[in-house]
Nanobody
């Protein structure tokens, strides 16, 4: 059974950095697309970034492009989200997700989320 466990959230001042981690287990993830999403209070969940596990290609939401980087550690079956130049509007619960079809469209597996709070 696929399990995704996020970690690395916390409180940071605007302009600071955080690195989120998503530890994936339960199978090999070759062919999967791994994504990060976030949900702020009172708002819908939104896409942040995704990565093709096999090829390593990435894609970012406009709001985070140039500030966030998604990358993987194959040896540890972990996907990271490096977040730099954080803004108060980045405050949200961040979720890791996995799409077994490899299209980055339907994410069948989700983690429990990790809170990121950016103070002004």
């Amino acid at each position: 059974q696929v399990q995704l466990v996020e970690s690395g959230g916390g409180l940071v001042q605007a302009g600071g950095s955080l690195r989120l981690s998503c530890a994936a287990s339960g199978r090999t993830f070759s062919g999967y697309v791994m994504g990060w999403f976030r949900q702020a209070p009172g708002k819908e969940r939104e896409f942040v970034a995704r990565l093709s596990w096999s090829g390593g290609s990435t894609y970012y939401a406009t709001a985070v492009k140039g500030r966030f980087t998604i990358f993987r550690d194959n040896a540890k079956n972990t996907v990271h989200l490096q977040m730099n130049s954080l803004k108060p509007e980045d405050t949200a619960v961040y979720y890791c997700a996995a799409d077994p079809a490899g299209l980055g469209i339907r994410y069948a597996y989700w983690g429990q989320g990790t809170q990121v709070t950016v103070s002004s």
